[in-house]
């Protein structure tokens, strides 16, 4: 099932945005972005169980998963580099490397986060 995502938008340098994710039935639900003509790039992703892990050359202490009802990225100290739609996704099966975005299956439509200065 396709996850959806929700919360983008446009802030201010310095300010802090949350990102949803509602999905069901997943092993790992790992949070992405892209910017036009670029790779997309992992940020952060957490397993069925709680467990999480994070692209610290991206989040830099500042973004952080957490899940109760839904998934949810914190991104704190945004800067205009963060501009980018923002995807999550999930993935089901065994060996999924959490960070590789070609191992997971379901992707969203993504939300835009445009940051200003």
């Known amino acids: 099932v396709q996850p959806v995502e929700s919360g983008g938008g446009s802030v201010r340098a310095g300010g802090s945005l949350t990102l949803s994710c509602v999905a069901s039935?997943?092993?790992?639900l790992g949070w992405f972005r892209q910017t036009p003509g670029k790779e997309r790039e992992a940020i952060a992703a957490?397993?069925?169980?709680?467990g999480t892990t994070v692209n610290e050359d991206v989040a830099r202490g500042r973004f952080t998963v957490s899940r109760d009802n839904a998934v949810y990225l914190r991104m704190n100290s945004l800067k205009p580099e963060d501009t980018a739609m923002y995807y999550c996704?999930?993935?089901?099966?065994?060996?999924?490397?959490?960070?590789?975005?070609?191992?997971?299956?379901?992707w969203g439509q993504g939300t835009q986060v445009t940051v200003y200065s």
């Open positions: 039935g997943y092993l790992w």
């Open positions: 957490i397993c069925i169980g709680g």
């Open positions: 996704a999930t993935a089901t099966g065994r060996g999924v490397r959490a960070l590789q975005p070609h191992d997971y299956t379901y």
